[in-house]
């Protein structure tokens, strides 16, 4: 038996967006995040629809050649709710729920939508520890801030926001 314990993280963020949920919800899929996220990349192992759906499987690339396995693990469109959970093999499990404007509580006003997200860390290494440990307040915060910059302006414009915007 190993002695080693996984540290965990949560986050909580609340996004505003500028356009109704039933507009926003369709976005938050791995394909249509190519439409508004700056140099996102992705590989679709597996879904009936070719697009989010409960079950769908996708992977995407990190910098050190590896990637990281996502599953979609609810996905509720007339609830507006979706959750993933990812792993970057050996360093970091994540879940993610997402849910919008009247699933999760939140008033907004008309044709607006509020997002509240909700992100689950796990080191999975005492190297998976020290990465999570980078994953603080004021990180999830920038995040959070640059992926609602970049929803928002696809929103206003119908097209991604510039790279240097992103990050």
């Known amino acids: 038996m190993s002695k080693f314990q996984g540290k965990r993280f949560t986050h909580e963020y609340t996004q505003n967006h ?29 879904s009936e629809s070719g697009v989010a759906e409960y079950g769908c499987v996708f992977m995407t690339p990190n910098e050190d050649g590896t990637e990281t396995t996502w599953v979609v693990t609810d996905y509720d469109p007339p609830s507006f709710r979706i959750a993933y959970a990812w792993v970057n093999p050996g360093l970091v499990a994540a ?28 080191g999975l290494s005492i190297k998976g520890n020290r990465e999570v440990e980078r ?29 240097s915007g992103w990050e």
């Not at 109704?20 to 990349?41: I, K, Q, Y």
């Open 18 to 46: 500028v356009a109704p949920p039933d507009t926003v919800f369709p976005l938050l899929c791995p394909v249509r995040e190519a439409d508004w996220v700056p140099g996102w990349r992705y590989r679709l192992i597996y």
């Open 95 to 122: 879940q993610i729920r997402i849910c919008l404007s009247r699933s999760c509580g939140v008033q907004t006003s008309p044709g607006h939508t509020s997002a509240l997200i909700q992100y689950l860390y796990t």
């Open 135 to 163: 994953y603080d307040q004021k990180w999830f915060h920038h995040k959070m801030q640059t992926w609602e910059a970049a929803i928002n302006h696809y929103l206003q414009t119908g097209k991604r926001i510039d790279a």
